[in-house]
């Protein structure tokens, strides 16, 4: 609780002005990170993996976690060349391989090359 004082504190009297949203924003990334996940605290290593929302990609937030060198790993752009489920060929697939058992994926490789879908 200490920490989470002085770090407050540390914000408040910065000289650049801050608005109230920026403060809570630094001091509750900071408590999230260590109360949710203490070990990568403690080591001193975490990243931000935020989704695509429109809020968490907008310019205010940016420019928040690079001013803190907060490192963000970004989501990557939605495709559908990245989803297989959504290709016609992968339905396919599904209605051979459907209702059979199979003890291994090498099984399923097998079995789907041989029908040639």
């Given at each position: 609780?200490?920490?989470?004082?002085?770090?407050?504190?540390?914000?408040?009297?910065?000289?650049?002005?801050?608005?109230?949203?920026?403060?809570?924003?630094?001091?509750l990334?900071?408590?999230?990170?260590?109360?949710?996940?203490?070990?990568?605290?403690?080591?001193?290593?975490?990243?931000?993996?935020?989704?695509?929302?429109?809020?968490?990609?907008?310019?205010?937030?940016?420019?928040?976690?690079?001013?803190?060198?907060?490192?963000?790993?970004?989501?990557?752009?939605?495709?559908?060349?990245?989803a297989p489920?959504?290709?016609?060929?992968?339905?396919?697939?599904?209605?051979?391989?459907?209702?059979?058992?199979?003890?291994?994926?090498?099984?399923?490789?097998?079995?789907?090359?041989?029908?040639?879908?």
């Amino acid at each position: 609780m200490e920490n989470q004082i002085a770090t407050i504190k540390e914000t408040v009297k910065n000289p650049r002005r801050k608005t109230v949203v920026e403060i809570v924003e630094h001091v509750l990334s900071i408590c999230m990170i260590r109360r949710k996940r203490p070990d990568l605290w403690k080591a001193k290593w975490w990243v931000i993996h935020p989704d695509n929302a429109p809020t968490h990609r907008s310019l205010l937030v940016s420019n928040y976690q690079s001013k803190h060198n907060i490192p963000v790993l970004p989501q990557p752009v939605y495709s559908p060349d990245l989803a297989p489920c959504e290709f016609f060929p992968f339905h396919r697939m599904q209605n051979l391989l459907k209702g059979q058992q199979f003890s291994s994926s090498e099984t399923v490789q097998r079995r789907r090359h041989r029908r040639r879908w």
